[in-house]
Structure formats: structure tokens, C-alpha cells
């Protein structure tokens, strides 16, 4: 038996799995993650390379190891390039060579399980976690760390689309049946107004110069960053944590996220963009959309206009709800496990959902907040449980 199992290996699995292990709460040969993809960090670096990716989001203080200047201590004698503006975000290239260094300190490839989870099941003594190929490990303690990456969200208009035939030219920008957008037939048409869908369009602008529309719904949300840094500390968190009522927490989330937002040096990426002609931006709502044979794809447009293209990318990010997954409904009702009206778990300040079972990413927000799904929330998540131990 392990004395812990961690149910995924993205960003927030490696982050708790290297905090219990140089905090000495276990080691590496006492720990398990189970992921269905081969290596850690897979799914995250396959979707930021994807979407053309250069600098991430967060500062160079966020990231999966325990040191806060972990990364700035790495990056020492790298490019100075390797970090951009007021608040030092790391290069994309940086944050993997530092993830990669962090995870073979710690030897986490000897703790790596490829299978994907279809059963949890409470022993006597243990935890018990089966996998789709016929594995099954034993363990004391268990941290479940999936996100929603799986739950696309896809607008009405596709969904009301009757057959996958008819939606071979438009894909979610991170479905997995797009594995390279360097072959998509021009002119290509971005779906949304947030960071994924800048990212993405830049990319193309590339690829396909002065054949790329992007195609968003509201005018540019400038943000710094996907929530206030006040959420980061006692600045809100203080008041949060009073709050008793669930329902009022998951407002409070719902309020303090800067959803469909970008950086502004995105955002003057973007305008440069267009004023060289390389590509094109419409503020306007999809209505329908037809695949018509030979000719690509129609758009309806809000207010009459109509927009022809060969190839539609969808940036419209997540289904907020809890994890579709089968294991995990089962696990909520055989033990009990409280759940908020929104469905997500109310947990203790230790992250424990019931006794030796804890929770990160998406399923700890009612009781981290708002930066919960972030790589700050994998930092906080990782700190809370390390702490809560004996």
C-alpha cells in the first residue's frame, strides 16, 4: 500500500507531488499518480504548444515547485528574454525546462501510473483506485486533481449541428481530433474573445497571413490577469472565508474571474495585426452555422451578415460544472461526499472531503476561491494539504 495516490498528473498533481515529497511528508517511491497520458505535464504542454503559447500568464513566483524564486534561480543564467514585463512572466520554453528539472529531482516519473480512473472505492484501511487497463493500487491517503479539460464547451449553434459530418470543419481549439492546426484549410475563422482564442489567432496569422478572422462576441476585456492578485491573500480571501453560505461563495468566484480576458500585450499583438492586414476582427454573435459540401462553412452573423470560411477553430473554453466522471458520481453518493447547490465540494480547511481523501484544482474553489484552478491554486492547494499533516 501507498501513502498516496494522486488521481492526475497535470499542473496541480505534480505541484502537491512535489511538495509532499520535499516537505518530507512521503517519497517518491510511497506515491502514486495515475493519468491516462504517458509522462506528466502531457495533456498541459500539448494544448500551450498548440495554440502558439510564448509567455504564460502567471508571474515568475507561480509555478510547481516549493521555493517561490525556484524559477527566477533556474532562469539565472538563462536569456533575459526568458521573462516579459512588470510582473516577470516566464517564457513558455523556461516554465517547461524548470517543470521538467523540478519533476526529475524529485524522481516523479517512478511514481507515474498511465491508466485512466473508472473506480474508487473506500477499503477498510485504504483506498483502493482501479483503472481501465486492469490496474489497481492501494493507498492511505488520496488526492483527486482533475480539471475540466475534457468538457468542451461548444455554442448551441455546433451543437445543433446533426452529424460529426457536418462538423469536420470546425473544431474546439483543444478537441483532441485536432492535433495540428498547421494543416487546416484556409481562410480560418477564431471563435471567441479571450486569451486562448489571442493566442491562437496570432499563431495562425502566421501561418495563414491575411486569411484569419477572428470572430468574438463582445469588445476586448484587458486584464492582467484572470482575477484580481487581491485573491491571492487576505486582501479578499479574509472576507471569503467568513462567508458561510456556498451560494454566495460561488457568486463571489463567478464575480472576481475576468472571464474572455487577455493581457494587453496581447491585445496589441491583435490590433497590430489587423492594421498590417493579416487579420481580421469582427465583433459579432454567431447565430447558425451549415457546412455546406465544397463550399466550407457558413456563419449566420447577429444582425444579418453572413461570413464564409473553409475552417472554424472554437475558443469558447470549459463546461463549469463538476467533472463528468463516472467513478466520481459513484464516490459522491456511496460515501456521502457534501456537495454544494453548484455541485462542487464543500470540503474542510484541510481540502479533505471526508477523512484521507482531498481535493485540488476545480474541486477545491469553494474553499480556496476564485485562483483555485490556476497554477497559484495548485501552490495554495499543495501548501494547505503539506500543512494540515502531521
Same mark, same amino acid.
Given at each position: 500500500?501507498?501513502?498516496?495516490?494522486?488521481?492526475?498528473?497535470?499542473?496541480?498533481?505534480?505541484?502537491?507531488?512535489? =511538495?509532499?515529497? /520535499?516537505?518530507?511528508? %512521503? /517519497?517518491?517511491?510511497?506515491?502514486?499518480?495515475?493519468?491516462?497520458?504517458?509522462? &506528466?505535464? *502531457?495533456?498541459?504542454?500539448?494544448?500551450? +504548444?498548440?495554440?502558439?503559447?510564448?509567455?504564460?500568464?502567471?508571474?515568475?513566483?507561480?509555478?510547481?515547485?516549493?521555493?517561490?524564486?525556484?524559477?527566477?534561480?533556474?532562469?539565472? =543564467?538563462?536569456?533575459?528574454?526568458?521573462?516579459?514585463? &512588470?510582473?516577470?512572466?516566464?517564457?513558455?520554453?523556461?516554465?517547461?525546462?524548470?517543470?521538467?528539472?523540478?519533476?526529475?529531482?524529485?524522481?516523479?516519473?517512478?511514481?507515474?501510473?498511465?491508466?485512466?480512473?473508472?473506480?474508487?472505492? $473506500? +477499503?477498510?484501511?485504504?483506498?483502493?483506485?482501479?483503472?481501465?487497463?486492469?490496474? @489497481?493500487?492501494?493507498?492511505?491517503?488520496?488526492?483527486?486533481?482533475?480539471?475540466?479539460? #475534457?468538457?468542451?464547451?461548444?455554442?448551441?449553434?455546433?451543437?445543433?449541428?446533426?452529424? @460529426? %459530418?457536418?462538423?469536420?470543419?470546425?473544431? #474546439?481549439? *483543444?478537441?483532441?481530433?485536432? %492535433?495540428?492546426?498547421?494543416?487546416?484549410? &484556409?481562410?480560418? %475563422?477564431?471563435?471567441?474573445?479571450?486569451?486562448?482564442?489571442?493566442?491562437?489567432?496570432?499563431?495562425?496569422?502566421?501561418?495563414?497571413?491575411?486569411?484569419?478572422?477572428?470572430? /468574438?462576441?463582445?469588445?476586448?476585456?484587458?486584464?492582467?490577469?484572470?482575477?484580481?492578485?487581491g485573491w491571492l491573500?487576505?486582501?479578499?480571501?479574509?472576507?471569503?472565508?467568513?462567508?458561510?453560505? *456556498?451560494?454566495?461563495?460561488r457568486q463571489l468566484?463567478?464575480?472576481?474571474?475576468?472571464?474572455?480576458?487577455?493581457?494587453?500585450?496581447?491585445?496589441?499583438?491583435?490590433?497590430?495585426?489587423? $492594421?498590417?492586414?493579416?487579420?481580421?476582427?469582427?465583433?459579432?454573435?454567431?447565430?447558425?452555422?451549415?457546412?455546406?459540401?465544397? @463550399?466550407?462553412?457558413?456563419?449566420d452573423l447577429k444582425?444579418?451578415?453572413?461570413? *464564409?470560411?473553409?475552417?472554424?477553430?472554437? !475558443?469558447?473554453?470549459?463546461?463549469?460544472?463538476?467533472?463528468?466522471?463516472?467513478?466520481?458520481?459513484?464516490?459522491?453518493?456511496?460515501?456521502?461526499?457534501?456537495?454544494?447547490?453548484?455541485?462542487?465540494?464543500?470540503?474542510? &480547511?484541510?481540502?479533505?472531503?471526508?477523512?484521507?481523501?482531498?481535493?485540488?484544482?476545480?474541486?477545491?474553489?469553494?474553499?480556496?476561491?476564485?485562483?483555485?484552478?490556476?497554477?497559484?491554486? !495548485?501552490?495554495?492547494?499543495?501548501?494547505?494539504?503539506?500543512?494540515?499533516?502531521?
Amino acid at each position: 500500500m501507498f501513502e498516496w495516490i494522486i488521481i492526475g498528473g497535470g499542473i496541480h498533481g505534480c505541484t502537491i507531488a512535489n =511538495y509532499l515529497i /520535499k516537505s518530507g511528508k %512521503t /517519497k517518491s517511491d510511497n506515491l502514486r499518480i495515475v493519468d491516462p497520458n504517458p509522462e &506528466p505535464l *502531457f495533456e498541459w504542454k500539448r494544448k500551450t +504548444e498548440l495554440i502558439g503559447m510564448e509567455f504564460l500568464r502567471s508571474p515568475s513566483v507561480h509555478h510547481i515547485d516549493i521555493d517561490p524564486f525556484s524559477l527566477k534561480k533556474y532562469a539565472k =543564467y538563462r536569456d533575459k528574454k526568458s521573462f516579459y514585463g &512588470p510582473y516577470d512572466r516566464p517564457s513558455l520554453h523556461l516554465f517547461k525546462e524548470h517543470c521538467n528539472n523540478t519533476i526529475n529531482e524529485v524522481d516523479l516519473h517512478n511514481s507515474w501510473v498511465q491508466g485512466k480512473v473508472n473506480n474508487v472505492t $473506500k +477499503e477498510t484501511k485504504s483506498w483502493r483506485v482501479q483503472t481501465t487497463n486492469d490496474k @489497481e493500487i492501494y493507498g492511505e491517503n488520496i488526492v483527486i486533481a482533475i480539471s475540466m479539460n #475534457h468538457q468542451l464547451h461548444l455554442p448551441d449553434w455546433v451543437e445543433s449541428l446533426n452529424t @460529426e %459530418t457536418e462538423q469536420e470543419q470546425i473544431y #474546439h481549439v *483543444f478537441d483532441e481530433r485536432l %492535433t495540428d492546426i498547421n494543416k487546416l484549410s &484556409p481562410p480560418v %475563422t477564431v471563435v471567441g474573445g479571450g486569451i486562448t482564442a489571442a493566442h491562437t489567432t496570432i499563431k495562425l496569422s502566421s501561418l495563414y497571413p491575411g486569411q484569419v478572422t477572428l470572430l /468574438k462576441r463582445h469588445p476586448f476585456r484587458i486584464n492582467s490577469f484572470d482575477s484580481d492578485p487581491g485573491w491571492l491573500g487576505p486582501k479578499y480571501m479574509s472576507s471569503f472565508q467568513k462567508v458561510k453560505d *456556498f451560494d454566495k461563495r460561488r457568486q463571489l468566484i463567478n464575480q472576481a474571474r475576468n472571464k474572455g480576458s487577455l493581457p494587453r500585450e496581447l491585445y496589441r499583438k491583435l490590433i497590430r495585426l489587423e $492594421k498590417n492586414k493579416l487579420i481580421s476582427i469582427i465583433d459579432r454573435e454567431v447565430v447558425s452555422g451549415n457546412v455546406i459540401n465544397g @463550399e466550407g462553412v457558413k456563419l449566420d452573423l447577429k444582425g444579418g451578415n453572413i461570413l *464564409f470560411t473553409q475552417s472554424v477553430l472554437l !475558443a469558447t473554453g470549459f463546461i463549469a460544472s463538476l467533472p463528468k466522471e463516472k467513478w466520481l458520481t459513484k464516490l459522491i453518493d456511496e460515501k456521502g461526499l457534501q456537495c454544494a447547490k453548484c455541485g462542487y465540494p464543500i470540503v474542510k &480547511p484541510s481540502l479533505e472531503w471526508c477523512n484521507h481523501l482531498y481535493v485540488s484544482g476545480p474541486l477545491s474553489e469553494l474553499e480556496i476561491g476564485p485562483v483555485a484552478r490556476n497554477i497559484s491554486g !495548485a501552490r495554495k492547494v499543495a501548501e494547505r494539504i503539506v500543512s494540515n499533516l502531521n
